[in-house]
């Protein structure tokens, strides 16, 4: 009984740490599945105290917290738990390469009001650093017309992030980041400066 409850506590602090780096300083444990494990490893040793001690009250409230939070998030129109189970699951992941022996590239998308973005992932051993994101927005922003969307998910771009079916590492400075997201022709190569984050050329060929 107490081992497991030992586990629970073990396993609620890293989640809880991993939570906060990633909000804080967007680091999170090296690969795509590796939180979504401890959020699952979480949850099942919950249900496992829960069970063990359930003649105690505290886990008769911490099941009904549980359920609770389930129906909150399904309330609104369900997006909330829409965004949990695509970013908690593999239902969120489009790609994920590995760009070189530093970085990592992805493409996700958690949710119905954007679309699927990129991210460029540093990697730091058993951690990684997520210090790029690039977004359809960014990317209409560059080309310096007008949007006249009020959302995202309302752009309806020729070649889309989430339509790409690799990503390519071409090169790297002090300042900045070429990649090209690869589609079979045309791609789209991108380079962004590494120390404002900001995007700063697209092209098309």
């Known amino acids: 009984m107490k081992i497991s409850l030992y586990i629970f506590i073990l396993l609620s602090v890293l989640l809880i740490a991993d939570g906060i780096a990633f909000y804080n300083y967007q680091i999170s444990l090296a690969g795509y599945y590796s939180d979504i494990i401890l959020f699952w490893l979480w949850f099942v040793m ?7 001690f359930w003649k105690k009250v505290v886990a008769k409230v911490f099941l009904g917290a549980m ?8 309330l609104p129109m369900g997006l909330p738990f829409l965004t949990f189970i695509l970013s908690m699951t593999s239902a969120g992941l489009r790609i ?5 022996e530093n970085y990592r590239g992805q493409i ?3 949710g119905v009001m954007v679309h ?9 051993g058993l951690l990684e650093h997520k210090f790029y994101e ?10 310096n017309e007008p949007i006249n969307v009020k959302f995202e998910a309302q752009l309806r771009p020729e070649l889309q992030i989430s339509e790409a079916k690799d990503l390519h590492f071409v090169s790297e400075t002090d300042s900045i980041i070429t990649l090209v997201i690869f589609y079979g022709g045309p791609n789209k190569t991108i380079t962004f400066n590494k120390i404002n984050k900001k995007l700063i050329s697209i092209t098309e060929r």
């Open 96 to 100: 994920d390469k590995d760009l070189n």
């Open 108 to 110: 996700v998308g958690y």
């Open 134 to 143: 690039c977004t359809e927005m960014d990317i209409e922003r560059l080309k």
């Open 46 to 52: 919950s249900l496992v105290v829960i069970v063990v």
């Open 67 to 74: 359920i609770l939070t389930l129906i909150l998030s399904i």
């Open 116 to 124: 699927p973005w990129l991210e460029v992932i540093e990697k730091k």
